[in-house]
């Protein structure tokens, strides 16, 4: 069935690999300290490929202070559900140049996978868009709306704003966001759930100024040292989260297994896993805690003195189901109840984000369902995600009605936001036509 879409997204996969490759090669880095313009100048080549691919009212979005978003739409039949399709073409900094095999922004393919920064996160989700509406050529069985981002990976920190300023414009019967990936490569995969976020910054304080290690040390204590034990307090000695009052639950292991997460992770020999419970519940449904940043004397600068002030950022991932203020609430008063020999503790809350579960149960799921079953020739699974998308908590309060499918190309094998990114060229090809399918049953 469908051979008609498979074949157009086929016969198009050599323009789909050339404009996500032309798409990589812009630094569209979104984070402080890059250049805007890259961004802007990305966001003008997505406007060229939306109107190439047919889309009309295609512009920018744009907002004082922030990056500029693209926005087109292709009228289906009158009467036929609006489905608005969600990519971002901003892309996380490179990182160190010396851990890549090739400079980022340079694409290349090798066994059957397209290198470069963001051609996982989120460039594909701007090429399988473009491929599943091309497949109909002119005559598409829904009203598509297409909206790519500019800022995600700074958080979306503008996303609600554009939701408020262009809400008549973005509203659908159904959201599709390409912005998650597959469970491994070549199972087509529904993420059901994203756990929340909350960080903060801590500072430990133990002396006014800084003084001889030799004459003070031993009767007073450092804030590196005070700092060190805070932070250890934030885990038992399995590892698991030692924030009282979180919320946790299970999670359907799936066929997860140790080895397969550490070949994707790449632990250091004689690293062992912590915390308890399944390894999928460890992820999606459990809270994790992890020490991002800490600043203090640099190594250069240290002499023998006990230094009087550090800090650090911390975050905290939680379980659906979890209260953000609550948490917050938690850790702040467990860091601060965790300092050693009296040492001052301050915290600065910091940013949040809500967890989210997606129900599946609306019947809209089951033409994408299907739609993956022809594009992969295998039955899609649902999974919990690690990570936090806080714009589909965004999207769903603005538009309560309409369901949303948490989809994309990338695989835990992809490397977004680390060097050497990736994905498998054929996942785009079996995503692209799962869409297409799906978009031909939802209008039928």
């Not at 996982?120 to 297409?146: N, Q």
């Not at 290690?213 to 031993?218: A, D, L, P, R, T």
């Not at 992820?283 to 640099?298: K, Y």
Request: aromatic share 6%; with cysteine.
């Amino acid at each position: 069935m469908h051979d008609d879409l498979k074949a157009a997204v086929r016969d198009d996969m050599a323009r789909i690999r050339s404009e996500l490759e032309a798409l990589v090669k812009i630094p569209s880095v979104s984070a402080p300290g890059f250049d805007p313009a890259q961004v802007r100048r990305s966001a003008e080549f997505v406007a060229d490929l939306l109107r190439d691919a047919g889309l009309d009212d295609v512009h920018l979005l744009e907002l004082e202070g922030a990056h500029p978003a693209v926005y087109g739409e292709k009228r289906g039949p009158e009467g036929s559900p609006t489905v608005l399709l969600y990519a971002h073409h901003d892309v996380q900094p490179p990182g160190p140049s010396d851990q890549w095999e090739a400079p980022p922004f340079e694409p290349f393919e090798r066994e059957g996978r397209l290198y470069g920064r963001g051609v996982a996160d989120d460039k594909a989700g701007i090429a399988m868009h473009l491929a599943s509406i091309r497949a109909f050529g002119e005559d598409l069985p829904v009203t598509v709306k297409v909206f790519i981002e500019g800022e995600e990976e700074i958080g979306s920190v503008n996303l609600e704003a554009f939701i408020d300023t262009y809400a008549d414009m973005l509203a659908s019967d159904a959201i599709v966001i390409g912005d998650a990936g597959n469970w491994r490569e070549g199972t087509p995969t529904f993420t059901t759930s994203l756990r929340g976020l909350v960080d903060c910054t801590v500072t430990v304080r133990t002396i006014k100024y800084a003084v001889h290690s030799g004459q003070f040390g031993g009767l007073y204590p450092d804030a590196i040292t005070a700092l060190a034990r805070t932070l250890a307090k934030l885990h038992n000695e399995d590892g698991s989260v030692a924030v009282p009052g979180l919320v946790a639950d299970d999670a359907d292991p799936l066929d997860s297994s140790e080895a397969e997460f550490a070949s994707q992770a790449k632990p250091l020999p004689g690293v062992e896993m912590i915390g308890s419970g399944s390894l999928t519940s460890r992820i999606w449904r459990q809270a994790s805690v992890a020490v991002l940043a800490i600043e203090a004397v640099p190594l250069a600068e240290a002499i023998n003195q006990l230094v009087p002030e550090a800090k650090a950022k911390v975050s905290m991932r939680l379980a659906p189901g979890q209260d953000v203020a609550a948490a917050m609430n938690a850790l702040v008063n467990h860091l601060e109840a965790s300092a050693p020999w009296g040492a001052q503790v301050t915290v600065e809350r910091g940013g949040s984000g809500e967890a989210f579960e997606l129900d599946t149960s609306d019947p809209m799921f089951d033409a994408y369902r299907q739609g993956m079953v022809e594009g992969y020739g295998a039955d899609a699974v649902e999974v919990g995600a690690g990570g936090s998308i806080p714009f589909v908590a965004a999207f769903n309060e603005r538009y309560p009605g309409a369901p949303i499918f948490l989809v994309g190309v990338a695989d835990p094998t992809s490397s977004f936001h680390g060097p050497n990114e990736s994905l498998s060229l054929a996942d785009m090809e079996s995503a692209a036509v799962s869409q297409a399918i799906a978009l031909r049953l939802l209008g039928s």
